[in-house]
């Protein structure tokens, strides 16, 4: 069955970084676009990035361009985030999500919180 | 790109039917048949409920139907079930291979 499990979330300085993974399984890894969504605590969820099925592609959310990066590993069924100059207006429950055929979300992990707070 | 417009709240006695809206703009869900619905109960990670704005995934209730109008989609939930309380998100499609999410809907089974 698809598993998506996120790791790295944790209590970070605003102006710091901090690099998020998700481990994918029981899917062909790179067959697949994938995303990052998040959700702030108490709010809806935000589309944060997109990367094509090779890593060649990607798309960001106008609210993290120029400081989040977005990146996979095929070869070891891996996605990142790499986050940097947060804010406090980035803390959430980062969740990593599969991108179904029909431009949706097909698959999600259970999230990691990221904290930005001094 | 602005969040969709749901109505923060919706509620409906178990049997009954209640739909939640999803207002965009011509850029999102005006311009793409590509609106999905998810569910996510308190401290639970979202669920995919209707794609393609209308198809449901296998092993999703019939109860859940999907529509659209314009600018405008819809979630409705029939024959109202315990089970069904909890928050809903619209996502449409906005070109490019960017998203934009709904305001989310708590529904509450009275």
């Known amino acids: 069955q698809v598993q998506l499990v996120e790791s790295g979330g944790g209590l970070v300085n605003p102006g710091g970084s901090l690099r998020l993974s998700c481990a994918a399984s029981g899917f062909t890894f790179s067959d697949y676009y994938m995303s990052w969504v998040r959700q702030a605590p108490g709010k809806g969820l935000e589309w944060v990035s997109c990367?094509?099925?090779?890593?060649?592609?990607?798309y960001y959310a106008d609210s993290v361009r120029g400081r989040f990066t977005i990146s996979r590993d095929n070869a070891k069924n891996s996605l990142f985030l790499q986050m940097n100059s947060l804010r406090a207006e980035d803390a959430a429950v980062y969740y990593c999500?599969?991108?179904?055929?029909?431009?949706?979300?097909?698959?999600w992990g259970q999230g990691t919180l990221v904290t930005v707070s001094t | 790109q602005s969040a969709l417009t749901q109505p923060a709240s919706v509620s409906g006695s178990p049997g009954q039917s209640i739909t939640i809206s999803c207002t965009g703009t011509?850029?999102?869900?005006?311009?793409?048949?590509?609106v999905s619905w998810y569910q996510q109960h308190p401290g639970k990670a979202p669920k995919l409920m209707i794609y393609?704005?209308?198809k449901r995934p296998s092993g999703v209730s019939n109860r859940f139907s999907g529509s659209k109008s314009g600018n405008t989609a819809s979630l409705t939930i029939s024959g109202l079930q315990a089970e069904d309380e909890a928050d809903y998100s619209c996502c449409s499609y906005a070109g490019s291979r960017t998203y934009v999410f709904g305001t989310g809907t708590k529904v509450t089974v009275l």
């Open positions: 990367i094509s099925s090779s890593g060649s592609t990607i």
């Open positions: 011509s850029s999102d869900v005006g311009s793409y048949n590509l």
């Open positions: 393609e704005g209308s």
């Open positions: 999500a599969r991108a179904g055929s029909a431009w949706d979300f097909d698959y």
